[in-house]
């Protein structure tokens, strides 16, 4: 399966504590998002990197979550003293590079987190 | 908040064709419309996406107005595997995978 795979797919966590997620995107894709879904609701954009590259940040990304593509491939995000309102979907999707054939994004299964 | 306006739920009858209607009234001339729909627990899934010519692929067809500023999605022939949640959002081509995701329409597809 060279689809986008995010690890792990369900992570239950005491208040207060750090988790950490991953997401391995398709090879050639060199753009990396990361959203946030809480239910019933769609997505939430929460950064994106094109490469190792940062390239922008949504006001909901408070200063306890932190993303990384260190070597423009796999990236993480960690959430630093859960909050009982940060459970949600984790979704992270890639897509080409800009100019490329097809620009629509693929998305991992995503990560559920619950904090208890 | 979401560039575009979906209704919140449908229903359609197995083998039937589906049609999801998406307003997007304030869509900008570089602005793609783009389909995704998510099944339950799992990520969004890309549908179909187009400029302002109807698109057709193995998925679906997307029709939109001559003035851009609404779609429909059509799924020929409605199987119970299509209930969903559908989204439609509008994105530039350039940073497609950035999007603004509404509440979509819920599609039940009813045998």
């Known amino acids: 399966d060279t689809g986008v795979s995010q690890d792990p797919r369900h992570k239950i966590t005491k208040r207060g504590q750090n988790v950490t997620f991953r997401c391995d995107p398709i090879?050639?894709?060199?753009?990396l998002y990361w959203y946030r879904q809480t239910l019933g609701q769609g997505p939430e954009f929460l950064t994106y990197?094109?490469?190792?590259?940062?390239?922008?940040k949504s006001r909901l990304l408070s200063d306890r979550f932190s993303a990384e593509r260190p070597k423009g491939s796999f990236s993480t995000l960690e959430i630093q003293r859960t909050e009982q309102g940060d459970s949600a979907m984790y979704l992270c999707?890639?897509?080409?590079?800009?100019?490329?054939?097809?620009?629509?994004?693929?998305f991992g299964q995503g990560t559920r987190l619950t904090v208890v | 908040d979401a560039k575009t306006t979906q209704p919140p739920s449908m229903d359609c009858a197995e083998g039937r064709a589906a049609n999801l209607p998406c307003n997007h009234s304030?869509?900008?001339?570089?602005?793609?419309v783009y389909w995704y729909r998510q099944i339950h627990s799992q990520g969004p899934q890309y549908i179909i996406h187009?400029?302002?010519n109807n698109e057709t692929n193995e998925m679906a067809s997307l029709i939109i107005t001559e003035d851009r500023k609404s779609s429909t999605l059509i799924l020929p022939h409605a199987t119970l595997r299509d209930t969903a949640v559908y989204y439609c959002?509008?994105?530039?081509?350039?940073?497609?995978?950035?999007?603004?995701f509404g509440d979509g329409t819920t599609l039940t597809v009813k045998p």
């Open positions: 999707a890639s897509s080409p590079r800009p100019g490329a054939l097809n620009t629509e994004a693929f």
């Open positions: 090879s050639e894709h060199n753009r």
């Open positions: 990197f094109q490469n190792e590259a940062q390239l922008e």
């Open positions: 304030t869509i900008s001339g570089n602005e793609y």
């Open positions: 187009g400029l302002k």
């Open positions: 959002i509008v994105s530039p081509l350039t940073n497609a995978g950035k999007s603004t």
